[in-house]
Nanobody
Framework: QVQLVESGGGLVQPGGSLRLSCAAS????????MGWYRQAPGKQRELVAR???????NYADSVKGRFTISRDNAKKTVYLQMNSLKPEDTAVYSC?????????????WGQGTQVTVSS
């Protein structure tokens, strides 16, 4: 059974930092892309950051220079370091992993973790 377990969310003041983690279990294959998405109340889910198996990254314009995505392939874990947080970063953050096994492609999601930026 595949599980993506996120951690690290919470309440932080504007200007503060948080580090999100997402660890996968039960995946026996090649994880190509790992990413973080977020959804704020009343808004559509949006891509925050993505990292490929080769280490290439892309970020939403709104988080460039503040957020950093990284991955540990041996641990099948993706991280999101979030600095200089703003109230508009408040959302549920979900991780996503896309890849291949001998059975075919897969696309898995975590359950989401709440990030609230407020004074």
């Amino acid at each position: 059974q595949v599980q993506l377990v996120e951690s690290g969310g919470g309440l932080v003041q504007p200007g503060g930092s948080l580090r999100l983690s997402c660890a996968a279990s039960g995946i026996f294959g090649s994880i190509n892309n790992m990413g973080w998405y977020r959804q704020a109340p009343g808004k559509q889910r949006e891509l925050v950051a993505r990292i490929t198996s080769g280490g290439s990254t892309n970020y939403a314009d709104s988080v460039k220079g503040r957020f950093t995505i990284s991955r540990d392939n041996a641990k099948k874990t993706v991280y999101l370091q979030m600095n200089s947080l703003k109230p508009e970063d408040t959302a549920v953050y979900s991780c996503n992993m896309v890849g291949w096994t001998f059975q075919g492609p897969f696309d898995y999601w975590g359950q989401g973790t709440q990030v609230t930026v407020s004074s």
